[in-house]
Each structure stands twice: as structure tokens, then as C-alpha cells.
């Protein structure tokens, strides 16, 4: 079965969409999704976790002139970010399908057109192939948010282009130049990731290149400092598309380090690794405090990923196989723990007469005793309580930073502790304290109960055995880290 | 005894015999009494004479040879580019069916000028020699300040046509001046003979004759190409010329001088590049810079596509500048996606200034996406592709360039596209969001149609609002805009599949770069 | 003589054209100035051409003066047309078109 399907498949059901009735659009759209999650399934299902390297290869010769290839293949590095994008699309879109929206073809087409364009940039083993389905992710996300948001979404859509785009079009640069620097030696132009990284380039054009691809990724995540568009841009994006945006395309930020930037760039990402670290440590301190200084449950969620991202960076950078693993790991938990809890957020808007400002609301456990169950799994997990697989991810995270760099190791340790006190007190001032003025303790609808509750029960599986992606994911992470790892002895 | 006649290559004169031949018929038929002939034989003629063009350029592929006394060279840059100008020429007759430019000025008239400023870019993109670049440039040119001109009952036009007379003529002597100096310095006129006496005599190309007329050719070159700092007449005569016009003017002229641009530098002044390469390098990335700046506050959608037209000018000079083999295939390529994504814009723009009263107001586009959406997704692809999205014909083009760049050692000429493309994120994005995510305005009233001193009371009734063509159209009287809405869809799903596969476009621009001869 | 002295009358006929161009508001007179120009460049072919004794030169001059004449006359054409729509003959005065 090629992968091309899997990529596809989203796409082929919003145009059908946009051919059908305008009625038909949302449960074709949500169709379509839904199989794609069966697909995705599929694939972890057979997948030969002893086999090294990329399965179900797919690689067309697609520019030959600039030798671009159409190239995909699932590994453990992708495979269950794919399987995670897969399911948050289709919750996504069961939220969707909640309510009406206007003109629902472009925008479940839309919706439809960004999950192919993620599902591209996950599956992509060609360099220009990435950047390609890096940029096109925006474009969906342009007209979603610009289009259904709210408050200033134009200013706020404006913002958010033109910051992640400038990232791109820095990647842009560098991807061309590590290509053609990579054929000046005679070799033929290709931008195959594994061609690529057979060629060693001058350590002075990695770091250049290396900074290029770190800006648009830090961008795209965001962290600490490149962040200015994200406070507007999560307050103007409809519900749905902020949960799939903060959820997924944060991580193929992430992913990218992994997969191009480690491998291809070993020397520069040895030579940056205490700029990034401390990039991280920063995004995790600054992203908690402002978390606990906001009152807007999104920007707190907003903040709070960031420092989740600050992890995650700080995973990749340590240059460890178990801090690798550790940043990998915590990626699927924050996606599968971030949608839960922006879904509850738009459930308690709606007890507090619209308001999503922690002053207004309070004391909606009362009568909602499945609603503050669920918001406190999800709470919880975010915060990595032991037991839940996010403690596992960040212990994992911790311990390959402890290996590398000891004093940043023990900054960022208390970044555990400031998570809690956060998401506490997001939990206690919504669902505990004084009742709001306008808010009603109600307990969830059946409709927010079927988009909130599945995922939940996914968070509390991957909390009993976080070995399901660990153990697949292993030989792949060991093949990325390898060679900046042996830069560095 | 009779002389022996020199001996003629028809073959490869046939491009050239046909669109003079064309001209001629064209304008005699205008002459003819019939309205319909003239409103719809005219065009037709005109497009037939356009499409032989084309498929004699087609026919003539592949083939390397120079003729008339090697002053035209007939190899697959020059095809390549004929298929640019027939392309750009014919959209511009469609887009012009219902305007009121060919009614003011006449059918034939209109129809045999746009055919001559097609034969002169013609014979401009295979120049061999001083002369002939000369020679096309002004074949090319004059027609344009008459049609840009054409729309007689708009001052704006008939501005337009004047200031694009001046600052072109301008441009003509300065680049005749150089011309001369280069004549002066190496003694010949055929870019052969220049570059082997270049390439010879010692000292010659440090030469103060060599490096004046250096000098000069590249600010007549400016001039014709809209870059930085003579670039400043483009924004107006966009705005100004009627719509159709502009529209074949600004992808077909510059196809034109590029081709002659790549010629004229990358052949015969090639052993010189030590001396011009610096400051086509500075002018690029002043182009890029002032065209782009310029672009951010514009309102009016002709203005922010003259601003745009002048950062791509530096674009495209960048490939020049790297003057390798690369260099051409990339600048080829990119003056292809050029012309197809500016006729896809400037096709919406004409359908919208006769359906709106905003005229080209970046307004007339407001709500688009809800009530034209087969308006509004060719112009969202134009805009893309002009910016650099992928998925778009534009990405590849940036893409081939910027390769082409850091290829030929200019890596900061590369980063140079690149910012340059950040910047035009901003009010490219500004369109798109007119389309999608805004309301539609509330027109304003209708500015009464003034009329001509000494004008002919059958012009009068030309321009009546009954006609239904020219921008007196309001939105209380729909018109359908079949034909301008054909060539953008045509033109839009061109960017989008160039953008997907490029590889046809490349097989040809691979063959038009390496008619050079370079490395 | 030395070629120097034509290339320098030619260059200084070339610099009145061009400054009259930039100063003069009349566009008749503009037309004129642009004239003066392209009869400078033909100068300095004609003497290029006798300095090579070639003849390439001088089919070059009378090349650019049936051009020049053709740019004379599209120029009158579009002034007379200005002036039928009772629009100021004067280019500072042309200023629809914000330059």
C-alpha cells in the first residue's frame, strides 16, 4: 500500500467535498479523516520494529532537472507522529463537525488540504519535498484562520504568515544550498536525505545553513524569542484549527531537527548545541512564567507548550540517544495531551457565556463531574505527573542533558516543578474556587464528550505502556543522533 | 552577368515574414467598413497571425544557425522566447475584446501595433548585432507608447503614453550611446567579432571606450527592464495604459530585453565580466530592494504589479549576472512562470475593472472568493507563485534561481532573492486577503466620461455606455466576462501545474539555455 | 584630427540632450532634446566609422535617424492628442499619475 495514499487520501475527500453539497462537506471531510486514521493504524500495526532504516519506500523521480525526488517512508522517527496527526485531524474534525460554519466546503477543504500537507512534511525523505509540504502547511492554515477566526484575524493571520514564512523562506535558501554545495564536487544534484547525508559539507557552510533551518523552526514552534506571533494567532484561530495547529504543527518543527538538521548538519548542531540548549532552557522558563502570569486559558496553553517545546528541543539537543528518544516520545504526548485540553477549554467557554478568561469561570466541577475528570487527566499529564508517559518523556529528556550538560540540566529540572504550579491553577480557578459571574457548571455533552474522551483514554493508554513507540522508535533515533554524536567525542 | 543573389533562409526568417505579413493584413482589414469585421475579424486575423508565428517558431526548434549576414541568430532561446511574446501578445488580443482602447483608437490600428511590438521583440531576442539590438528595441517600443496611449478619452492613457515616450527614448539613446562606444572600442557590430576582439587584444577591455559604453548600455538596459534607480516611469505607465496593454507589456517586453540582455552580456561582452558583473550585481540587488519597498503601500493593483515587476527585473538579473549555463536555463524558466502568473493577475484585474467602478482598486477585489471563485483562485495562485509559495510555478522558478545563483558563486545574490521575497510576502498576502478575508465595500458614484475636443461623434458613440465595454460598467449592470475569465483560469491552472510538473518547461528552457554555448 | 575632438563635441551635444530632457518642461521641446541625443550617438558612429574605415558605422547612423524620425512623429502624435483633450502641455503639469 503505497504511502502516497496515506498523504492523499485528505486531500482527494475535501475536494470531493467541495463538489458535494455544502451539507455533505463536514462528514465527508470527517470520512476521510477517519480512514486515514484506519490507514495510519495500519501501517504501526505491520510495522517490522526490527528492520532498520525506511519502510514502505516510495521514491519517484519527480524534477529530475533539479534532482528532486517525490521520496516517502515511514521509520520509527515518523511513525507515530504520523499515527498522532492522523487521530488529532479526525478529532479535530469531529469537533468541527459540532457546529456550523460558513462557507463549510473551502473550509473543510481547508481542514482536509492542511492534514495532507502535514502528513507530507512527516513522510518526506527528500529535502525540497520537506520544504515544499513545510510551506504548503501554512497556506491551508492562512485561510482558516483568516477566514473563521476571531477578534483581529486579519492582523493576527497577517502576523503569523509572514513570521513562519520568513523561517521558510531561510530554509528555503539553505535546502538549495545544501544541495547544490553537495553536487560541486562533481557528484549529481539530489536532494535525497540519505544521498545528502552520505556528503559532508565545510563546517563554516553547515553553520550558516544550520541557522537558516534553526530560525524557521524555532518560528514554527514557537519558541523564546521568535514567538510574536503567537499570543494574537492563538487568540484569533477558530478552536478546531488551534488544536491541530499547537498540536502538530509545532512538532514538525521539531521533527525536522531530527531528521534534517542532526544528520545533515552534525558539525554545526555540535558547534550550536549550547546556543539551542540554552534557547530551550529559556523558551521553558519564560514560556512557564507567562503561563502563570495569563489569564486566558488559550495563551496559558499557548505558553505552556511552548516550555513543553523547550523540552523537547532541549531532548533533541542534548545529542544523546535517550535525550533524542525522550524529545520524540514527548512530542506524541504533548500533541495527544494539548488537543484534549483545548477541546475543554472551548467546552468551558461555553459555560462561561463565551469567555475563555479564567477570571470569569469558576466552580464548574459542581455539577460536571466527567468534564473536571477529564480536564484533570489531561491537566495532569501536561504537568508530567509520574505515571503519565510525559513523565516518562521528560525523565528520559533530563537524563540525556544530565549526561551532556549538567548546569543547564538542573535549570530546566525546574521547569517540572513551575508546570504544575501553572496547570493547577488553570485547573483550580476553572473548575474549583468562587463560581464565575456568568459561568454554569453543566456537564459535557454527548458531542464534546465524543471528541474529548477518546483522546483522553488514549493519553491514560500511553501511560500504561509508553514502550509502544519507544521501543519502535529506537534504532531510528540512534541513526540520527550517531553522527553529531560521534562529532562530538 | 548577373550578380548572384545572396543566398535567403526562409526557413529561418519565416517567424519575422509572418508577423510582418500578418501586421500588414491586419491593418488593411481594419480599413474595411464592416463592425463586425473590424470588432471580430481584426482580432481574429491578429490571433491567427500570432498562432502561425508560434507554430513557426515550434517548427523552426532544435535548429542553430545565424542568418542575414549573421546579424540574427535563429537558435532555441529565440523560440523559446517567441513563444513568450506570441503567448503574452495573445492573451492581450483575448483580454482586449470588449475593451474600449481597440474602439478609441481602431480595430486595425490597435491589432497592427501589437503585431509589430511582437515583430520587434522578435527580432530583438535573436540579435546578433549592435545594430539589430537597436533596431528591435525601437520596433519594439514605439508601437508600445502608441498603444499604451490608445485609450483616448483617459488623460491617464493618453499621460502614460507620453511619459513612457520620453523616459523610453530616454533609455534608446543612452543604450545607442553605449552601443556606439563599444562600436568605437572594438571596431565591429556583430557580437562575435566583439567577443573575439575582446577576448584578443590586450587592455581592451579595461579600455575607458569599453567600460563607458558598459556603463550606458546596462542604464539603457535598466531603463527597458524597469530596474533600479531608472525604474521610477514603470509604476505609472502600468497604471496609466490600458489594462490589456499593460498586461502584454509587462511580461513580453521584458522576455524581450532579457533575451537580448543574455545575449548581448553573456556572449559578446563575456570577457568583460570582471568589469560589469559588480554593478549588474548592485543593480539587481536594487531592484530587488526598491521593488519591493515600493510595492508595501500601494492601493492600486496595476501600481503594486509594476513595483513587483521591477523586484522580479531584479530577480531575473541575478541570472543574469551568474552568466553561466545554469543562469540562462534559470532566467528562461523564470521569464516563462513570469509571464504565466502576471497574465493569470492581470486578467482578473481587467475582468474586475469592468465589473466594479473601483477600477483596479486593490477594493475591486474585496469578497471575491465568496461571489467569483473563478476569479479569485487564479488571482490567489498568481499571488502565491509571485511570492514563492510551493506548489506554484513561481517556487520552482525561485527555486532554479536561487540554485543558479549559489551555483555560479553568488551565494549573496541568493540571500538577496530571498529577502526580497520576505518583504513581498506582505503585499502579496494584502491581495489575497482582499479576496478571502474581507467584505465587499460599498461603490462609490460613477466619474462622467468626458468628452474629446475635435473628437469624431462616431468615437462618441463608441464609447457609449450601451456599448457595455470599457470601465462605464457598473455593478448594477453585470456583464459577463467570459473571455477575461477564461484566460485566468487558463493561465492560473498553468502556475498551478508548472508548480507540480515543471519538467515540460524545463526540457524547453534546458534547450533554450544551452543555445548559448556556455558552460 | 584626433578622434578625441568629435567624441568630445559628440559628448557634449549628448549632455545637452540629456540635461534638457531632465530640465525643460515643454515636451516639444523634450522631443527635441531626445534629438539631440540620438544625433550625438550618430556623431560618434560616423567618426568610429572613419576611424575603423568601416562601413558598419555610418549604416548604423542612418539606421538610427529613420528610427529617430518614427520617434518624432509617435511623439507629435501623442502631444496632439494631449492637446485635443484640452490637457496642459506641460510635463510638471501631467501629474494624474502620481510619479
Known sequence: ?489 | ?519 | MDIGWYLAVSALVFCTGAGGVLVRRNPLVILLCLELMLNAANLALVAFARMHGSGDGQIFALIVMVVAACEVTIGLGVIVAIHRRRLPVDVDELRELRG
Open chain 1, 1 to 489: 500500500m503505497p504511502l502516497s495514499l496515506l498523504i492523499w487520501l485528505p486531500a482527494v475527500s475535501g475536494l470531493v467535498a467541495v463538489l458535494w453539497p455544502a451539507r455533505w462537506a463536514p462528514r465527508v471531510v470527517l470520512a476521510g479523516s477517519v480512514i486515514t486514521l484506519v490507514l495510519a493504524i495500519g501501517y504501526v500495526a505491520s510495522f517490522d520494529r526490527g528492520a532498520e532504516g525506511l519502510q514502505w519506500v516510495t521514491d519517484e523521480t519527480w524534477i529530475a532537472e533539479l534532482g528532486i525526488h517525490y521520496k516517502l517512508g515511514l521509520d520509527g522517527l515518523n511513525l507515530f507522529l504520523v499515527l498522532v496527526t492522523a487521530l488529532l485531524f479526525a478529532a479535530a474534525l469531529l469537533h468541527a463537525n459540532l457546529r456550523e460554519w460558513e462557507r463549510p466546503r473551502l473550509f473543510f477543504f481547508m481542514f482536509a488540504l492542511a492534514e495532507s500537507a502535514v502528513l507530507g512534511a512527516f513522510l518526506a525523505q527528500d529535502l525540497a519535498l520537506f520544504v515544499a509540504f513545510f510551506d504548503l502547511m501554512l497556506i491551508p492554515f492562512y485561510f482558516l484562520i483568516g477566514a473563521w477566526g476571531r477578534g483581529e484575524r486579519v492582523r493576527a493571520t497577517t502576523k503569523l504568515v509572514i513570521y513562519t514564512l520568513v523561517g521558510s523562506l531561510f530554509m528555503l535558501a539553505g535546502a538549495i544550498a545544501t544541495g547544490v554545495i553537495a553536487a560541486e564536487g562533481g557528484g549529481e544534484l539530489t536532494f535525497v536525505l540519505s544521498d545528502l547525508a552520505q556528503v559532508q559539507l565545510a563546517e563554516g557552510t553547515q553553520q550558516w545553513i544550520f541557522l537558516c533551518f534553526a530560525l524557521a523552526f524555532l518560528v514554527k514552534m514557537p519558541l523564546f524569542p521568535v514567538h510574536g506571533w503567537m499570543p494574537d494567532g492563538y487568540r484569533a484561530m477558530p478552536l478546531p484549527v488551534l488544536a491541530v495547529f499547537s498540536a502538530v504543527l509545532s512538532k514538525v518543527a521539531a521533527y525536522g531537527f531530527l531528521r534534517v538538521v542532526l544528520p545533515l548538519y552534525p558539525d554545526a548542531s555540535v558547534h550550536f548545541q549550547e546556543l539551542m540548549l540554552l534557547l530551550a532552557v529559556a523558551a521553558i522558563l519564560y514560556g512557564s512564567v507567562m503561563a502563570f502570569t495569563q489569564t486566558d486559558l488559550r495563551l496559558i496553553l499557548g505558553f505552556s507548550s511552548m516550555a513543553q517545546l523547550g523540552f523537547i528541543v532541549l531532548g533533541i539537543f542534548a545529542l544523546r540517544p535517550e535525550g533524542a528518544q525522550g524529545a520524540l516520545l514527548q512530542m506524541v504526548n504533548h500533541a495527544l495531551v494539548v488537543v484534549p485540553l483545548f477541546f475543554v477549554v472551548g467546552a468551558l467557554a461555553a459555560r462561561a457565556g463565551g469567555s475563555e478568561d479564567i477570571r470569569d469561570m469558576g466552580g464548574m466541577a459542581a455539577r460536571a463531574p466527567l468534564l473536571a475528570a477529564t480536564f484533570l487527566i489531561a491537566a495532569l499529564a501536561n504537568l508530567a505527573m509520574p505515571g503519565f508517559a510525559n513523565f516518562v518523556g521528560e525523565f528520559y529528556i533530563l537524563l540525556g542533558v544530565f549526561e551532556s550538560k549538567l548546569a543547564i540540566a538542573i535549570v530546566a529540572s525546574t521547569g517540572v516543578v513551575l508546570a504544575s504550579v501553572y496547570m493547577l491553577r488553570a485547573f483550580i480557578a476553572t473548575m474549583h474556587n468562587r463560581a464565575g459571574s456568568r459561568a454554569e457548571s453543566r456537564e459535557l455533552s454527548l458531542g464534546e464528550g465524543v471528541a474529548i474522551v477518546p483522546l483522553v483514554v488514549c493519553v491514560l493508554a500511553l501511560a500504561l505502556y509508553p514502550q509502544l513507540p519507544l521501543a519502535r522508535s529506537e534504532k531510528s533515533i540512534d541513526a540520527s543522533v550517531r553522527t553529531a554524536q560521534a562529532v562530538q567525542r
Open chain 2, 1 to 519: 552577368m548577373t550578380p548572384e543573389a545572396p543566398h535567403i533562409d526562409w526557413a529561418g526568417l519565416s517567424p519575422i515574414v509572418a508577423l510582418t505579413a500578418g501586421g500588414i493584413v491586419v491593418l488593411a482589414a481594419g480599413l474595411f467598413r464592416g463592425a463586425w469585421l473590424r470588432r471580430y475579424g481584426v482580432p481574429l486575423l491578429t490571433l491567427l497571425t500570432l498562432g502561425a508565428t508560434a507554430g513557426l517558431s515550434i517548427w523552426q526548434w532544435g535548429e542553430d544557425k545565424a542568418i542575414v549576414s549573421r546579424a540574427l541568430a535563429v537558435d532555441d532561446l529565440a523560440m523559446f522566447l517567441n513563444l513568450l511574446f506570441c503567448a503574452g501578445a495573445i492573451a492581450a488580443v483575448v483580454l482586449a475584446l470588449r475593451d474600449s482602447s481597440p474602439e478609441e483608437s481602431g480595430h486595425g490600428e490597435w491589432h497592427a501595433l501589437l503585431i509589430s511590438s511582437v515583430l520587434g521583440m522578435t527580432v530583438l531576442a535573436s540579435a546578433q548585432n549592435l545594430v539589430v539590438v537597436f533596431l528591435g528595441f525601437e520596433l519594439l517600443s514605439i508601437p508600445l507608447y502608441v498603444m499604451c496611449a490608445t485609450n483616448l478619452r483617459r488623460s491617464k492613457s493618453l499621460e502614460s503614453g507620453l511619459k513612457y515616450l520620453i523616459v523610453g527614448s530616454v533609455g534608446s539613446a543612452t543604450l545607442l550611446y553605449g552601443l556606439a562606444m563599444i562600436y568605437g572600442a572594438t571596431g565591429a557590430t556583430g557580437f562575435e567579432q566583439i567577443a573575439t576582439a575582446l577576448s584578443s587584444q590586450a587592455g581592451l577591455i579595461d579600455d575607458p571606450l569599453t567600460l563607458t559604453g558598459i556603463g550606458l548600455i546596462v542604464v539603457g538596459f535598466c531603463f527597458k527592464v524597469s530596474a533600479a534607480p531608472f525604474h521610477q516611469w514603470t509604476p505609472d505607465v502600468y497604471e496609466g495604459a490600458p489594462t490589456p496593454v499593460t498586461a502584454f507589456m509587462a511580461v513580453a517586453t521584458k522576455a524581450a530585453a532579457f533575451g537580448a540582455f543574455v545575449r548581448l552580456f553573456d556572449v559578446a561582452l563575456i570577457d568583460a565580466a570582471t568589469n560589469w558583473s559588480p554593478l549588474l550585481a548592485a543593480v539587481a540587488v536594487a531592484s530587488i530592494v526598491v521593488g519591493n519597498v515600493g510595492a508595501l503601500t500601494q492601493t492600486s493593483l496595476k501600481r503594486l504589479l509594476a513595483w513587483s515587476s521591477i523586484a522580479q527585473a531584479g530577480y531575473m538579473l541575478a541570472a543574469v549576472v551568474v552568466a553561466d549555463r545554469e543562469g540562462v536555463e534559470a532566467l528562461a524558466f523564470y521569464l516563462a512562470v513570469y509571464l504565466v502568473m502576471n497574465l493569470a493577475a492581470f486578467a482578473v484585474i481587467v475582468a474586475r475593472e469592468r465589473e466594479t467602478p473601483f477600477g483596479d482598486d486593490i477594493r475591486s477585489l474585496a469578497g471575491l472568493g465568496a461571489s467569483r471563485p473563478a476569479l479569485a483562485w487564479p488571482m490567489t495562485l498568481a499571488m502565491l507563485s509571485l511570492a514563492g509559495i510551493p506548489a506554484t510555478a513561481g517556487f520552482i522558478g525561485k527555486f532554479t534561481l536561487i540554485g543558479a545563483t549559489v551555483d555560479g558563486g553568488y551565494t549573496w545574490l541568493g540571500v538577496a532573492i530571498v529577502v526580497g521575497s520576505m518583504l513581498s510576502l506582505y503585499y502579496y498576502l494584502r491581495v489575497v486577503a482582499a479576496m478571502w478575508l474581507s467584505d465587499v465595500p460599498v461603490p462609490a458614484a460613477r466619474e462622467p466620461v468626458p468628452a474629446i475636443a475635435g473628437g469624431s461623434p462616431e468615437l462618441d458613440a463608441a464609447a457609449d455606455p450601451e456599448d457595455g465595454a470599457g470601465q462605464d460598467a457598473g455593478p448594477d449592470r453585470p456583464v459577463s466576462q467570459a473571455e477575461a475569465t477564461a484566460v485566468a483560469v487558463l493561465f492560473g491552472a498553468a502556475t498551478l501545474f508548472f508548480g507540480i510538473l515543471p519538467s515540460p518547461l524545463f526540457d524547453l528552457a534546458r534547450d533554450a539555455g544551452s543555445a548559448l554555448g556556455l558552460l
